[in-house]
């Protein structure tokens, strides 16, 4: 146990994780040893004599349980960045543990009666902004986590919380599975007819590290999305489209009887708590603050985007009719004739602006971007360990060279990691004894891989993801509070988006693309029209990308408002909680719910309206910018100050007040999008 490297003060660089020394055998032994630790901080504010304060209960609270923190935070990251079967099914075991060390807390009677006391009394307490944030966030997550439940209703929360955490990770991994399960091997050039030579030297090196010829495609999303947007084999684009569609759905991996369950649960849980629904509960802590602001909120987007939507439809129908398509529009053929009419009306695609976004040379201007608004600057340090080599670790320091943060790059797609992108962190920010602990952050996503001729060039939707994680990123970085449990990106779900898609803005303006997009062989800058062009098109098929996400919020809250359990056919309820959104004719063995990740897997569930929600904060953020230059650093500073640095230490909107000086208007999103 004592050469346990977990179970050690890290010896590295800025304390940072020791990954070339930890082996797979480590982990349940650290995990065991870090949560007996635990329970025993636990037990010294339980068994103090003192009477209950901010100081010797919720702060003394606040700092229990780091080092059981810092471990779950490098084993959690790798199961979702670079896992194995070994570590997932620790997962399966060290999940249920966590939570039941979590349920002796809140259900600590001992332990809550310190808090509640302490809340009681708050008003007496003269406790900063902060402290009172902390506070309050922690007397609600003891009731709102059944503490003032009885010992019958207790137990039944203990049940529930414990098989809902193997439900959701058995969700996740079974997505994981469905995804890697299918891989479409082509070996006839006219059955890959239309598609890039960059597309098929991808698809080429594939095959060849399966030991076969030809060409090989699979489901992740650089070698699924280009195959859907420019194969002209119909056939071969609907067979793409149905094993994406169907994942997790009437096939091995299936998570039908899981969403089942997982809602089922769910309900259960927030009822015994006194909720109607679990929107009710969750929405509770939300900016949204209920599930009928939600759906009022998505169906005034629906009511302003459906017109266009429909619209853009029927032109590409026509579209698709002018080039001999003599059938009705499905879903397999949307992105294949969108591409078409994108390049025909704008001259511009993906494989045009491609050579112009070569990663090394993105990454450098988004650090750049960070530079001009914030002070910050990237350097790369070898010597921290890191998980994977395709991994690089950036110290980030700011104007005056204090260190900021680590972060973690990790680019490209591979069979033990999760698909999507997001960020993600080692440590949290946190102050503690006159001592600011600096975050280590990472992002992790799923770009087009360099081959052997080519470095990875992104499409234009890999650059806005790109922004959109280091935004996330920033937030974590730059973070300025006192408690972890308040610093970076803990805030309201409905909040956290805001500075990822504030960044997003950036794509689309001149400024920063003629500072960044340089072709890759030539070196020559972007042509000013290209830049015009993206510009131009950035509003392309924008109603029907609206009335995309609509269906994705409509389909998580309607699974969310139930005050009882479903028990019909996933396939028909999702079909029901979307018919206000659908352009389609229906596509029979589909089903996105059951490959949902985001709301049965993640934190996402009765919030996945929270990216529209956001979408008009960032909107109107950003107008800020374009009123007083997109580089202006008392504006940069302001949004920093108030939004970045600021964590979860104050309600959003106060946050937003204080940087914007009013409340947000959804003007700037609907005109931002062409829907005004």
């Given amino acids: 146990m004592s050469k346990n490297p977990l179970l050690e003060v890290f010896s590295t660089p800025y304390e940072s994780v020791p990954f070339n020394r ?169 059955d890959v007819a239309g598609l890039p030579e960059g597309i098929l030297e991808a698809a080429s090196a594939l095959a060849k590290e399966k030991d076969k010829e030809g060409w090989m495609f699979n489901l992740q999303f650089p070698s699924y999305v280009p195959f859907m947007q420019y194969a002209e084999k119909r056939e071969l684009r609907k067979k793409m489209f149905k094993a994406y569609s169907s994942r997790c759905f009437n096939d091995k991996f299936d998570n039908q009887k899981i969403i089942h369950r997982i809602v089922e649960l769910r309900l259960a849980k927030v009822q015994l708590l006194g909720y109607q629904s679990y929107s009710d509960y969750v929405l509770e802590e939300r900016m949204a603050k209920s599930a009928d602001n939600v759906i009022r909120f998505l169906n005034e987007l629906l009511d302003a985007s459906m017109p266009r939507a429909k619209e853009e439809f029927r032109e590409l129908q026509e579209y698709a009719k002018s080039l001999g398509a003599d059938f009705e529009l499905q879903r397999w053929d949307w992105a294949y004739y969108a591409e078409k009419l994108k390049t025909e009306k704008f001259d511009i695609n993906d494989e045009i602006t491609r050579p112009y976004f070569e990663l090394e040379r993105v990454k450098e201007g988004i650090f750049d971007l960070a530079g001009k608004l914030y002070g910050l600057h990237f350097q ?221 897997a993640g934190g996402y569930a009765a919030g996945y309206y929270g990216y529209k929600w956001a979408e008009v904060l960032d909107a109107d953020a950003f107008e800020a910018f374009k009123e007083n230059g997109i580089y202006d650093k008392a504006t940069a500073n302001a949004f920093r100050e108030n939004v970045l640095e600021k964590g979860g230490s104050d309600h959003p909107m106060n946050l937003y007040l204080k940087f914007r000086g009013k409340e947000p208007s959804i003007d700037p999103l609907l005109k931002r999008s062409g829907l005004k």
């Fill in 380 to 600: 790369l340090n070898t010597d921290i360990p890191k998980y994977h080599d395709e991994v690089d670790v950036y110290e980030v320091f700011d104007a005056d060279q204090n260190f900021i943060s680590l972060f973690y790059t990790d680019f490209h797609p591979r069979n033990t990691k999760q698909g999507g992108a997001w960020m993600t962190s080692f440590v949290d920010q946190y102050k503690k004894e006159n001592k600011d602990y600096r975050p280590h952050i990472s992002i992790v996503c799923n770009f087009t891989r360099p081959t052997e001729t080519k470095p990875s060039l992104l499409t234009f939707n890999e650059v806005t993801t790109f922004l959109h994680e280091f935004g996330h990123a920033l937030h974590g970085m730059l973070s300025k509070c006192t408690y972890s449990t308040l610093s970076g990106t803990n805030v309201y779900r409905d909040f956290v988006e805001l500075p990822s898609q504030f960044m997003e803005n950036f794509a689309y303006r001149k400024e920063w693309l003629d500072e960044v997009a340089m072709h890759y062989e030539t070196g020559e800058k972007i042509p000013q029209e290209l830049i015009q062009k993206i510009i131009d098109s950035s509003n392309f098929l924008s109603g029907y990308g609206f009335v995309r996400q609509i269906s994705f919020g409509l389909n998580d809250m309607a699974w969310h408002i139930v005050n009882k359990p479903v028990t019909g056919l996933v396939e028909e309820f999702e079909d029901r909680a979307m018919a206000s959104t659908e352009l389609f004719s229906k596509v029979n063995g589909s089903c996105m719910s059951t490959s949902f990740s985001h709301i049965f």
């Fill in 22 to 190: 930890i082996e797979m055998e480590h982990y349940m032994p650290a995990f065991k040893k870090s949560i007996e630790n635990a329970r025993n901080e636990i037990d010294q504010i339980t068994n103090s004599t003192e009477e209950p304060a901010f100081k010797n209960t919720i702060e003394a609270l606040e700092y229990t349980g780091q080092q059981l923190d810092r471990i779950g935070s490098v084993f959690f990251n790798l199961n979702h960045a670079d896992t194995n079967d070994e570590m997932q099914a620790l997962a399966r075991e060290i999940s249920p543990m966590l939570t039941e060390f979590s349920n002796d807390i809140i259900m600590n009677e001992k332990l809550f009666k310190r808090v509640k006391h302490v809340y009681e009394i708050k008003e007496d307490l003269n406790l900063n902004v902060e402290e009172t944030q902390l506070l309050t966030d922690r007397y609600k997550s003891f009731v709102r986590s059944g503490a003032d439940l009885n010992e019958e209703k207790k137990l039944k929360i203990r049940e529930i919380s414990k098989e809902l955490s193997k439900l959701t990770l058995q969700f996740g991994e079974n997505v994981l599975a469905a995804t890697n399960n299918f891989e479409l091997h082509l070996t006839d050039s006219k």
